[in-house]
């Protein structure tokens, strides 16, 4: 599967968007992207996948690059529920439901 | 009870008991997953069931013992446990033809003494 890249950490603002990036230039034409997201102290949650096209549900929208390299979540209107780490993972290879968590980013939603 | 549920939600033991992991998932799935997180570490798969039959078996060492009755209950039994699996135990559960959507339960946080 191929690995991904984000920054350790970012703040924003409540009520503004949050736009996490993530880098996976290494990802195969079959692997999708998935995201998850970890509250402290809870087990991770599923909020968005995609393969090319960008992505729109409840929870977030998914911008992926035309070349597929890199991708953006967005969180429209972020709340102070929203402040975890979001994990950025690529997955669809080989190995049969396996998602490879890396260290994530961790979002900080300020007041 | 909704999602998946895992029982209990803490647990101490020693090095020579054995004990058993519970998972129940309600949301019709057909496949399960059991991840270790260790402090400062990333989650690391452990198993994966797939219609009650077992798919992956990531290198984890023979104290732990999977267990999948049916498709909405899974079990990891424990013994003869090192300090070093202290760590949190997540079930995950999914549509078998959605293995990459996975939900998970609140986790057992597991202390080996």
């Known amino acids: 599967d191929a690995k991904t890249t984000q920054p350790p950490s970012m703040d924003c603002a409540e009520g503004r968007a949050a736009n996490l990036p993530c880098n996976h230039s290494t990802i195969s034409g079959n692997e999708y992207v998935y995201w998850y997201r970890q509250i402290h102290s809870q087990g991770p949650q599923y909020i968005i996948h995609?393969?090319?096209n960008n992505e729109t549900n409840e929870m977030a929208s998914l911008i992926i690059t035309e070349d597929r390299k890199s991708s953006t979540l967005i969180l429209p209107h972020a709340t102070l529920r929203d402040t975890a780490v979001y994990y950025c993972i690529v997955s669809g290879g080989t190995s049969y439901g396996k998602l490879t968590f890396g260290q994530g980013t961790i979002l900080t939603v300020h007041p | 009870e909704t999602g998946v549920t895992q029982t209990p939600r803490h647990l101490v033991m020693g090095m020579t008991n054995k004990k058993s992991l519970k998972c129940e998932q309600h949301l019709g799935h057909n496949a399960m997953y059991w991840y270790k997180q260790s402090a400062k570490k990333p989650l690391e798969l452990m198993f994966v069931y797939s219609l009650e039959e077992r798919v992956e078996n990531n290198s984890v060492p023979s104290r732990f013992s999977p267990e999948c009755p049916n498709s909405s209950h899974l079990f990891l039994h424990l013994h003869t446990l090192q300090p070093e699996d202290s760590a949190l135990y997540l079930c995950a559960s999914s549509l078998w033809d959605r293995p990459y959507e996975q939900y998970f339960g609140p986790g057992t946080r597991l202390t080996v003494t």
């Open positions: 995609g393969l090319k």
